[in-house]
């Protein structure tokens, strides 16, 4: 009940087309949802996180869709970038409870 | 600020050696967490602290592995003895206030045991 599963493991885009990561959480009680970015060598860094009151929130070129009644979350990247390419992980917690992290996407953007 | 700091960044060593690992947390970030990754396990939480107190060890593998935290801004990650299985990028990462704050990473240190 406290994993997060997260998917595709990796994924390559041309750049402009639009990048699509998902995640499934089983736990009623996650409260919020976190997404980081990771570059080589780095450690990850927040991108864009979500609670379960709205159903979307964009930053950018980056969006997240919710789906509570599903227990699904997505990542969104609009006109993908060879910049964009990193490792992004999904996360889910409650309130008072650490962060769970999905087992993360490998992005390649081509040019 | 400059940001979480781990030290080594890069860590080789034979089976059944000593490695400490050693992490400076952004001042005033009341929590500091230690993380393990791996490309088959991702992302796996170690160990937690709440103003220097070990909150959840609960994903301490086992007792070779071992956390301190004498003071707000420093902490290490023991592994004694280690083990080849143990090679992974270890991370260390502060927040504020909040245990679901935002986490703050550092850049890791990388374990390769021989």
């Known amino acids: 009940q406290q994993q997060v599963k997260q998917s595709p493991q990796s994924l390559i885009v041309q750049k402009g087309g639009i990048s699509i990561i998902n995640c499934a959480y089983e736990?009623?009680?996650?409260?919020?949802f976190p997404w980081y970015q990771q570059f080589p060598g780095k450690g990850p860094a927040l991108l864009i996180a979500?609670?379960?009151?709205?159903s979307e929130k964009k930053e950018g070129r980056f969006t997240i869709s919710f789906n509570k009644s599903a227990k699904q979350f997505s990542l969104h990247i609009m006109d993908s970038q060879p910049g964009d390419s990193a490792t992004y992980f999904c996360?889910?917690?409650?309130?008072?409870?650490?962060?769970?992290f999905g087992t993360g996407t490998r992005l390649q953007v081509f040019p | 600020d400059a940001g979480v700091i781990q030290s080594p960044r890069h860590e080789v060593t034979e089976m059944g050696q000593e490695v400490t690992l050693r992490c400076k947390p952004i001042?005033?970030?009341?929590?500091l967490f230690w993380y393990r990754q791996t490309m088959m396990r991702g992302l796996e939480l170690l160990i937690y602290?709440?103003?220097?107190?070990?909150?959840?060890d609960s994903g301490m593998p086992e007792d070779r592995f071992s956390a301190k935290m004498p003071n707000a801004s420093f902490s290490t990650l023991k592994i004694q003895p280690s083990e080849p299985r143990d090679s992974a990028v270890y991370f260390c990462?502060?927040?504020?206030?909040?245990?679901?704050?935002?986490?703050?990473f550092g850049e890791g240190s990388r374990l390769t045991v021989l």
């Open positions: 996360a889910a917690s409650r309130n008072t409870d650490k962060l769970i």
């Open positions: 979500i609670r379960p009151d709205v």
């Open positions: 990462a502060s927040s504020a206030n909040r245990i679901t704050g935002e986490l703050f």
């Open positions: 602290f709440n103003n220097n107190v070990p909150i959840d």
């Open positions: 736990n009623t009680a996650f409260d919020y």
């Open positions: 001042s005033g970030h009341d929590y």
